[in-house]
């Protein structure tokens, strides 16, 4: 089966697509806060030493790209000074931040891991 944004971006299992990545609620003081393994087909989430390391180039990577196309976006398209364009950049990188950090490990992980309709049906 394919790659599942929804998945994903709900931060889902990639191999069942049914438990939960990050321990619920969020703690704003621990946000990376993740279960060991998945509460319903059982993979782990921490399968070797530094596994998120290429997690944190994914982050960097999107949320650069992100942020760069906004600011174009307003600059060229939209024809705002960059000055303003800045401000609202920031803003947006601020209340994106959380998104980008979480999703980064979740797209990871997704990217790393199959989907398996066993595990899915199982239980
Ligand atoms: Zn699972």
């Known amino acids: 089966m394919k790659f599942s944004f929804r998945a994903m971006w709900n931060y889902k299992c990639p191999r069942c697509r049914k438990g939960d990545l990050y321990k619920?609620?969020?703690?704003?003081?621990?946000?990376l806060d993740m279960n060991?393994?998945?509460e319903h087909c059982d993979l782990d989430f921490y399968p070797q030493p530094g596994y998120y390391y290429g997690a944190m180039f994914l982050s960097y990577i999107t949320s650069s790209w992100f942020l760069?196309?906004?600011?174009?976006?307003?600059?060229?398209?939209l024809g705002w000074s960059v000055n303003a364009a800045m401000v609202l950049t920031i803003f947006v990188?601020?209340?994106?931040f959380l998104?980008?950090?979480?999703?980064?490990?979740?797209l990871w992980l997704h990217i790393t891991t199959k989907y398996?309709?066993?595990y899915a049906k199982e239980h």
């Open 24 to 31: 619920k609620p969020l703690v704003i003081s621990n946000p």
């Open 36 to 38: 060991k393994r998945c």
């Open 68 to 77: 760069l196309l906004i600011c174009l976006g307003l600059v060229f398209g």
């Open 93 to 96: 990188a601020l209340i994106s």
């Open 99 to 106: 998104r980008f950090l979480r999703g980064s490990r979740s």
């Open 116 to 118: 398996d309709e066993r």
